[in-house]
């Protein structure tokens, strides 16, 4: 597969994060809506968390395995490094971002836009690795594999816009600049994972962006909790928390399909 083909791939798969955002511009939902797609951000995010220490927990092992046979005590020790500090420094980075805005702890959760700003970045750091295994994958030849990886994390991309600007439904209608912002914060590092992929694969560099991934959803996922707590329509965001984690499982079978 080509260079351009392989980045022209990778940007299909990050772009699907659009699809999701213009449920932002709708006008006054109803309080049971705005909570449904709140807990329905959870709930995605919740399975990303799983899903990206998965990812980047395999590596790892791998290198811990690899101990008993073939020695390389440095590169495990890195690997285990880069999979605990890079979820501290993303877990640790947004809360320290947020002090700095100037607002105090808890800040977020009751500013739509600098929360939605917020899940964007994690997401964006979550698809930088999926756009390491496009690059990578296209550069090895294996087509058939690229191909349904982005099918697989164009899926899940669709369900990420959801996600983004859930904080901003019915609390503030955001203009369509504001929207092209989040998906070029949240979809385009697909595009920039795959570039790198192709030119360059490296195991470790994968497990640095999936572990600071990893923190970062996790803060925001604090973040939503916190305003799904307060809300009186408990049996709502129980509901949507289920139906994210099952979007996320359902979208993720795609990838696990093809052996991804």
């Known amino acids: 597969m080509s260079f351009a083909r392989t980045v022209l791939l990778g940007f299909v798969a990050g772009a699907t994060i659009v699809l999701g955002l213009p449920v932002a511009r709708w006008r006054r939902p109803s309080e049971r809506l705005r909570t449904l797609l709140t807990a329905l951000a959870t709930g995605i995010l919740l399975f990303l968390v799983v899903d990206v220490f998965s990812a980047a927990d395999g590596p790892v092992q791998g290198a811990v395995r690899a101990l008993r046979h073939h020695g390389g005590v440095g590169r495990a020790a890195l690997d285990v490094l880069l999979l605990i500090g890079g979820a501290t420094v993303g877990l640790l980075g947004l809360a320290m971002l947020q ?24 997401i964006g750091l979550h698809n930088m690795g999926e756009g390491l295994a496009i690059g990578a994958s296209a550069r090895q030849g294996l087509l058939g594999l690229s191909t349904v990886l982005v099918i697989g994390f164009a899926l899940h991309n669709a369900t990420e816009g959801f996600g983004i600007v859930s904080p901003l439904a019915g609390a503030v209608r955001p203009s369509w600049g504001y929207l092209g912002a989040v998906a070029l914060i949240g979809g385009g590092p697909t595009t920039l994972g795959t570039v ?29 909790l916190g305003v799904t707590a307060r809300s009186s329509h408990q049996t709502t ?12 499982f359902l979208t993720d079978l795609v990838v696990s399909f093809a052996g991804g």
């Open 196 to 224: 790198l992929g192709w030119s360059w694969s490296s195991p470790t560099v994968a497990i640095a962006f999936l572990s600071l991934a990893g923190g970062s959803i996790i803060f925001v996922v604090a973040q939503l």
């Open 237 to 248: 965001v129980m509901a949507g928390i289920a139906a994210g984690l099952a979007a996320g």
């Open 99 to 122: 002090r700095r805005s100037g607002r105090g702890e808890g800040a977020d959760a009751r500013d739509p836009r600098r929360l939605s700003l917020l899940i964007a970045t994690g």
